[in-house]
């Protein structure tokens, strides 16, 4: 049985510019069925993830980076892989079979195709809850908040806590654990709807648009009169710089992603090392995918949280494949309110 | 009893650009008797430590910093805090009696008057080693370089360990401990004499000039085709955004200081946070003193090494109180060869 699938590709690899017209919606003829012994299994894909990390592995090849240092380049005409959730249309691997709802690594398009020894689990629907909370908040975005948070910063309760991109994918969630934890917390974001979010249903102590901050070192200062302790970082850039001045004596920094710096390669952050000396600060590099250890803990917590109306997540999702490439560069201008995830077809 | 005492101050705040006529020789009359109940020791010194973190006490308060984040600022006119060795003249501190040799926080001067509670500890002269050791390797500099190396890095034998400012007061041992813990080991300096001392008898794998490298990037490939997994930095800059692009996942960089920049605002490092999230570097801080929980396995394993020629302490001494202004600003010239010391007085 066969089927039409679309799916998007980079046309080329990209620049720090990135934009629309870099990206082509495909289409192919796609098999729906699985030849004889083969253990892959067919997803009809419903809801997708658009990951600003992704356009590291689009980026066309400098003297001090390539593509392919960022956990395989995407190649140009070829399908994306990316994190989601679909249902099984076929299956030759006896742990799956035909109408089972899965979470794994799918791609930007409409079915995929995992061979044997892909990332794919079954999801657990007597949850209750919606589908599109498999794809953040119980996937790689609440591990990631889960993980940085807990194992990195190492917090203890009353510290203060600062949190760039604060209703984005990730740091919508930081938040929520760190004020679950018993710490103070700030965070920043791009638009006074943002800051209202984060005030507002999300809890955070307080809150402030760094667009309409002319000195950030002042507005956190003014935010932390007694100092950052842990600074989770999604941006990278000024405002990094800006918190480690404002940081205490043996503080944190996990740099969880530099948004800022991927679109920009002009925009590096240069940290007052003077400080980091002094203040005996780290700053440390993590990727949520060495945190499994405590995915049960992350797991079991989060539920807790969910269930008792204790935590929010925060799911911003466009309808279609077409839209992929418009939902994956808003992420670059702050379009998005908490996960982008883009659905493409009804459950 | 009173005696005419020579001691060196700064006129006024210093800039960026410390020069030797920033800097006074001023004369004083000193009592070298205490005042009955006093606890004072009064100290002739021998020889007096010049550290390159003091100028970062001298300078004048820029937005972005005061003279007093650094473990109080130095005040014009005044004595200048150093550790150093002396031979007590004095003493109302029944701990000390007169000829005692000790080593403690003097200042840049002839005679020191050491207040209850200042740091002040009687050297061991049984060591038979001599009395500049226990300015530099059995002191400060020396815990530095071992708790910099052994708690903030984390080594494990056979990693690939990168020291810069490696003739330096701390590099110089840095190097040798992690030779002596199985590491490979490369330093750089910035002479050809400083490359031969290091690689012939300091016993480092390799080193290089840096001063005759275009591409400080490329020098580092070469002689790390593997990667670097542990980078002991003293220097900050251009060599740390180097380090950061060649190192491996998890790689840790402990930063001890970053003498390019102290003296020297525009040069600070803008390492590529994107390496430092997907290699999952550490960036860590730190200062000896956090480390006194390791002092006695520092002395025990330093002493060791020392006394059966394992280890070698690099001492480069000048004569004369009137010399210190250009032996300290000589650090940031790399003038020095081992740990920077002066001696004021016969022993």
Redesign the interface.
């Known amino acids: 049985m066969e089927a039409t699938n679309r799916y998007i590709a980079i046309k080329h690899l990209v620049d720090e510019a990135a934009q629309e017209s870099d990206f082509e919606l495909k289409t192919e003829t796609f098999t729906l069925s699985i030849e004889p012994r083969k253990k892959e299994v067919i997803v009809k894909n419903l809801y997708l993830s658009v990951d600003p990390y992704q356009i590291?592995r689009m980026k066309i090849k400098s003297s001090?980076?390539k593509a392919s240092?960022?956990?395989g380049a995407i190649i140009p005409g070829e399908p994306i892989e990316a994190f989601g959730v679909g249902r099984v249309v076929d299956s030759g691997n006896p742990e799956f079979e035909k109408g089972d709802l899965v979470a794994g690594l799918l791609n930007w398009g409409e079915y995929s195709r995992i061979k044997e020894g892909g990332l794919l689990n079954k999801v657990d629907s007597t949850l209750g809850l919606p589908l599109s909370y498999h794809v953040g908040v119980l996937a790689f975005s609440g591990l990631t908040a889960y993980a940085g948070f807990f194992e990195v910063c190492k917090p203890k309760a009353g510290e203060k806590v600062f949190v760039s991109a604060a209703s984005g994918s990730v740091g919508h969630l930081v938040g929520q654990y760190a004020k679950l934890f018993g710490c103070y917390v700030v965070g920043c974001a791009g638009t006074q709807q943002k800051v209202d979010l984060l005030k507002g249903k999300l809890g955070f102590d307080d809150a402030f648009n760094y667009k309409e901050e002319i000195d950030l070192?002042a507005a956190l200062k003014r935010c932390f009169p007694d100092g950052i302790d842990i600074y989770f970082d999604n941006v990278?850039g000024d405002m990094?710089e800006a918190a480690v001045?404002n940081m205490n004596s043996f503080g944190r920094v996990a740099?969880?992603?530099?948004i800022s710096?991927?679109t920009d390669k002009g925009k590096?952050?240069?940290?007052?090392?003077?400080?980091?000396?002094?203040?005996?600060?780290?700053?440390?590099?993590?990727?949520a995918a060495?945190y499994m250890n405590v995915y049960g803990d992350y797991l079991a917590a989060t539920l807790e949280h969910l269930r008792n109306g204790k935590m929010h997540a925060l799911d911003d999702i466009s309808r279609g494949v077409e839209s992929i490439p418009s939902a994956f560069l808003g992420l670059f201008r702050g379009d998005n309110i908490g996960k982008k995830i883009v659905q493409v077809a009804d459950e």
Chains 1, 2 share one sequence.
């Open positions: 590291n001090s980076q240092d960022f956990a070192k990278g990094l001045e740099v969880c992603g530099v710096e991927y590096r952050a240069a940290p007052n090392m003077i400080d980091v000396v002094y203040k005996r600060i780290t700053i440390r590099g993590f990727l060495d």
